[in-house]
């Protein structure tokens, strides 16, 4: 059971550090708390070590529905936007970095919608939209407005072409369903980028990285290692993450094998493949 309350909050964008202070000016979470914390990709989530976030609760069990989001956006981004200008910086949003903005939840409560509808009377500089969710073209009218608005593209996480891992929960949302979710929004102008994050055992790389190409604008290839925000992927380490991976692929769970991986897209993506932080912020070589 998932305990889900709606609160108020006070401020919606975070001024960006760490991993993401070279990606974007700042990152919003119209949600806290993760309904895809007992799923596949939960297992390794770096999000349940961080203590501001969880508070000490059990990641994938709660969820905080932020009910006024758009009102504090269309309040402080003003504010924002001249403090990242002041910084020399873009105004760029990443949306989001912990939170799924289009959970099953987003269905009945719309709360990434009433952002996006905020954001088109003041667009930022670019936005980022990161979801794992086929749920996202329930907002393809708006992200097709914004596209006229900012600089936006939508990054559809895609492990891997396995739909499960030996021991692990399935994914709370299939492969193929997300491929077709990429496909749609393609075809209606939206940019679209696979990132494969945390990048598992893949069956089949040559056939996978095909199908991304056919569906997608790019792809971003990001290992535990280096991409949880620890230099050896410690925090993903202390997870059932690894040693999953490692029964299917021993060499998955090295840095060596991400680097297999994107030599393999450079042949099938040619000019369209981005690697880890860089990838993220955009840089497709």
Not at 106 to 135: F, H, N, W, Y
Not at 178 to 183: E, G
Not at 250 to 275: E, F, H
Request: glycine share 8%.
């Amino acid at each position: 059971m998932i305990e889900t309350k709606s609160v108020s909050i006070s401020q919606i964008l975070v001024r960006s550090s760490g991993y993401l202070k070279q990606i974007c000016s700042h990152s919003l979470q119209p949600y806290r708390g993760c309904s895809f914390g007992n799923s596949l990709c939960g297992v390794g989530c770096y999000v349940q070590h961080n203590w501001f976030v969880t508070r000490g609760r059990t990641w994938g069990r709660f969820l905080e529905i932020r009910q006024n989001a758009a009102e504090i956006y269309l309040k402080t981004c003003r504010t924002e936007r001249n403090w990242a200008y002041r910084s020399d910086i873009p105004f760029a949003i990443f949306c989001s970095s912990a939170t799924d903005p289009f959970l099953p939840q987003e269905r009945s409560c719309g709360i990434t919608r009433s952002v996006l509808e905020a954001m088109k009377q003041q667009p930022p500089d670019s936005l980022i939209v990161q979801t794992r969710s086929p749920l996202v073209l329930s907002a393809a009218d708006l992200l097709e407005e914004l596209s006229q608005r900012c600089q936006l593209r939508v990054h559809m996480t895609i492990e891997t072409d396995r739909e499960q891992l030996p021991g692990l929960p399935p994914f709370a949302t299939s492969v193929s369903a997300r491929i077709n979710a990429c496909q749609e929004l393609k075809k209606r102008g939206i940019k679209t980028i696979v990132t494969v994050s945390p990048l598992l055992p893949i069956l089949n790389p040559q056939a996978f990285l095909q199908q991304i190409a056919e569906v997608a604008d790019g792809v971003v290839i990001d290992h535990f290692i280096e991409g949880d925000g620890t230099p050896d992927g410690s925090r993903t380490r202390k997870t059932a993450l690894p040693e999953a991976m490692w029964e299917v692929e021993p060499d998955s769970i090295t840095i060596n094998y991400r680097d297999r991986i994107v030599g393999i897209a450079r042949t099938v993506l040619p000019g369209r493949v981005g690697v880890g932080q860089t990838g993220f912020a955009g840089l497709l070589e």
